[in-house]
Each structure stands twice: as C-alpha cells, then as structure tokens.
C-alpha cells in the first residue's frame, strides 16, 4: 500500500468491501452513507433491479451530479474572473 493510503471497511447494499485511498475515515463513512441511501432510494423506486443495475443507476446519477457541480464550479470561476 502507498504512503498515505488508508484501508477503509464498508458494507453496501449487503456486500463487504474495502477501499484504499487518502481520504479521512470520516469522509468516508460520509460516502457510504450516501451511497447506501442511494442504493435504497432506487430499490425502492424500482423494486426487483438487479444490484448491479441499482449500480449502474447510482454511478450514473454520481457522474451526472459531478458534471453539474463541476460545471456550477467553471461559471462562477469565469464571473469572478471577468
């Protein structure tokens, strides 16, 4: 493992996994907590999706929320700037 890399145990949508990475056991647990209410939000909208679509879904709906926030991020750097 890197300097600087933690391991970190999460359980999600009933599966174990460990992730390796930089950030802080808090931010963490800030993470998959938000990703299991997502995983939850979608079973229940749609009830019988495999896991693997719900995840799918999840990712899909993470990226999208990335490009908004990354796009918010661009326009106010770009009035700041002018």
Known sequence: MSEGKRR?????AGED??????????HM???VKLVEQQFK????????LSKERAAV?????AVSDQI?????LDRLKDEKNN
């Open 57 to 61: 879904l999840l990712a899909i709906n």
């Open 8 to 12: 970190f145990k999460a359980h999600i």
């Open 41 to 48: 939000e979608i079973n229940q909208l749609m009830p019988g």
């Open 29 to 31: 647990e800030i993470v």
């Open 17 to 26: 996994y460990i992730i390796i990475g930089d950030s802080s056991t808090q």
């Open 68 to 72: 908004y926030k990354q796009e918010e």
